[in-house]
């Protein structure tokens, strides 16, 4: 495992490498951080049961990457792991998964589907930001706080309910967001970052009377719809 390791790694790193599709071997626990990043010809990714851990970029500038399978038995994905994987059109993240890193899909421009583990707590900064194709979003009853420029430049992005364990919006989390025109939050909502829905022109919120969410729409003049 370990020779394989290296020759993959030293074989990734200098951009030789003419396979498309990669298997990871059963008994890997980990993909090490930067293990695969700038591969620029892996279309495909299957990962194992026995991996727990994506690391740091393990992924990123993967401009061809297409599809990836993800076990139901990793709990993490770390930072940045599949930042810029322009090619990639869909993502099911498994419920397994606890953690997902800041700009851990940062600029996947043509993903346009995503399932989100329900055990996940906290969005991270920038985990999807500048997803421009994605155009629905389900965020997971348990979330508890969604995460500096979580979703900024989403342009394709339409409607999102903000589920009632949500307390805390963070700055720039819908920044630009150009196609949102609808988003209801529920009554635990009792933070809303700076700039969060800054460029969203036809924006609505939809809310509770007398919540915190209309007191913001109110003060950043956001037509408010009563749920």
């Given at each position: 495992?370990?020779?394989?390791?290296?020759?993959?790694?030293?074989?990734?790193?200098?951009?030789?490498?003419?396979?498309?599709?990669?298997?990871?071997?059963?008994?890997?626990?980990?993909?090490?951080?930067?293990?695969?990043?700038?591969?620029?010809?892996?279309?495909?990714?299957t990962?194992?049961?026995?991996?727990?851990?994506?690391?740091?970029?393990?992924?990123?500038?993967?401009?061809?990457?297409?599809?990836?399978?993800?076990?139901?038995?990793?709990?993490?994905?770390?930072?940045?792991?599949?930042?810029?994987?322009?090619?990639?059109?869909?993502?099911f993240?498994?419920?397994?998964?606890?953690?997902?890193?800041?700009?851990?899909?940062?600029?996947?421009?043509?993903?346009?589907?995503?399932n989100?583990?329900?055990?996940?707590?906290?969005?991270?900064?920038?985990?999807?930001?500048?997803?421009?194709?994605?155009?629905?979003?389900?965020?997971?009853?348990?979330?508890?706080?969604?995460?500096?420029?979580?979703?900024?430049?989403?342009?394709?992005l339409?409607?999102?309910?903000i589920?009632?364990?949500?307390?805390?919006?963070?700055?720039?989390?819908?920044?630009?967001?150009?196609?949102?025109?609808?988003?209801?939050?529920?009554?635990?909502?009792?933070?809303?970052?700076y700039?969060?829905?800054?460029?969203?022109?036809?924006?609505?919120?939809?809310?509770?009377?007398?919540?915190?969410?209309?007191?913001?729409?109110?003060?950043?003049?956001?037509?408010?719809?009563?749920?």
């Open positions: 495992d370990i020779e394989f390791l290296r020759q993959i790694s030293e074989k990734f790193a200098y951009g030789d490498n003419n396979q498309t599709v990669i298997v990871i071997p059963n008994g890997r626990i980990m993909i090490r951080p930067e293990e695969f990043t700038g591969n620029f010809l892996l279309e495909s990714v990962i194992p049961e026995s991996v727990k851990h994506i690391g740091e970029h393990a992924f990123a500038n993967c401009k061809n990457l297409s599809e990836v399978i993800i076990s139901d038995n990793v709990f993490n994905i770390d930072c940045g792991a599949f930042s810029n994987c322009e090619s990639l059109g869909e993502i993240i498994p419920n397994s998964v606890t953690n997902i890193g800041a700009d851990a899909f940062y600029g996947c421009k043509n993903l346009n589907k995503i989100i583990s329900n055990k996940v707590v906290i969005l991270e900064k920038g985990v999807f930001s500048g997803c421009e194709n994605l155009n629905e979003i389900t965020i997971p009853y348990g979330v508890i706080n969604i995460g500096d420029g979580a979703f900024e430049e989403c342009k394709s339409r409607e999102v309910s589920p009632d364990s949500v307390a805390s919006i963070g700055d720039y989390a819908f920044w630009n967001c150009q196609s949102l025109n609808q988003i209801t939050v529920w009554s635990n909502v009792t933070s809303i970052g700039s969060a829905f800054d460029g969203c022109k036809n924006l609505t919120i939809r809310a509770f009377k007398g919540s915190y969410a209309e007191r913001y729409a109110l003060e950043n003049e956001i037509p408010f719809e009563e749920i």
